[in-house]
């Protein structure tokens, strides 16, 4: 299981990739499913979701909550598909990356006012991260044993935030950095909690570091082969994304850079972060 496909989601796709699951995890709710590869995995993602249920409101797309429910559905149509022992083995045995944050944090929090008015930064983080561990809690009373939770990056290196941040050198906004940092400390200090009341039933939850992995690459360019950490490839300094890309040519050199456009990674950053991440955690994986 993974969420939000449009920030950061996509990461699940390369970790099934690399590890030799699949080269491609298709969508759950995909027309043209085969049911065949509920036994090798598949992505519940909604773009535009998180663990705040406005988030999803406001991007108009499905919950944290409805992506619970159609694990559901899938359970049921993998139980139908094998019988109920092989199905709970295959999601016992199964690798669950969940993903989500980043909207909640830049799309809703900081793009509106209501969350404003309603909490101070520290309160939302923790109206997050209660959230968060509910969902990770109902995950795993489903069956889910190998959880990897993925914290959120430096939400203020994104080129557009930069952009929003109004810095001239083009430098890191400061303020979405601290969220991201303040949320990713306290989701990993109640993922810790939680793993160990879970580890006695068999289960593995970790915390997966997502933020100083991306960061190490913005701060030390040059060692991956990086020239440009603080413009998107396609659009420049545009606040864009993919409502916007239509309008803008894309770079010639898209290996120089880390972000493809306003928020998200090129792929040449997606696979080294993946690397990283997949060699830190590899026991939580396997």
């Known amino acids: 299981m993974h969420s939000n496909t449009f920030v950061y989601g996509i990461m699940a796709l390369y970790v099934a990739s690399k590890l030799g699951i699949k080269e491609l995890l298709p969508p759950f709710l995909s027309d043209d499913l085969d049911l065949q590869d509920l036994l090798t995995g598949v992505a519940f993602a909604c773009g535009g979701s ?10 108009t797309t499905l919950s944290s909550t409805d992506q619970l429910e159609l694990f559901r559905e899938y359970k049921e149509k993998l139980r139908g598909l094998v019988g109920e022992e092989e199905m709970a083995r295959v999601i016992s045995e ?7 944050g980043a909207n909640d944090i830049l799309n809703n929090y ?4 209501l969350r404003r008015h309603e909490y101070d930064l520290p309160s939302y983080v923790e109206f997050l991260v209660s959230s968060a561990i509910n ?6 009373n489903m069956g889910a044993k190998r959880i990897g939770f993925v914290g959120v990056p430096p939400l203020g290196c994104c080129p557009s935030q930069i952009t929003l941040g109004g810095s001239p050198s083009r430098q890191c906004e400061p303020l979405r950095n601290q969220a991201s940092r303040l949320f990713n400390s306290r989701i990993s200090q109640e993922i810790e909690i939680l793993n160990a009341e879970r580890s006695v039933s068999g289960s593995k939850i970790a915390y997966f570091d997502i933020y100083y992995n991306l960061l190490d690459l913005i701060q030390n360019p040059a060692l991956y082969g990086f020239k440009d950490v603080s413009e998107g490839c396609c659009g420049s300094t545009v606040l864009n994304a993919a409502i916007f890309i239509a309008y803008h040519s894309a770079c010639p050199n ?3 850079y880390i972000f493809w456009d306003g928020f998200h990674p090129t792929e040449k950053a997606y696979n080294i972060v993946v690397d990283k991440l997949i060699q830190q955690n590899m026991k939580y994986l396997m």
């Open 94 to 100: 199964g690798v669950f990356l969940t993903v989500m």
């Open 50 to 59: 998180g663990y705040d249920p406005l988030t999803s409101k406001l991007a």
């Open 254 to 256: 898209v290996i120089d």
């Open 135 to 140: 969902f990770t809690k109902t995950l795993n």
């Open 110 to 113: 900081f793009a509106l006012p």
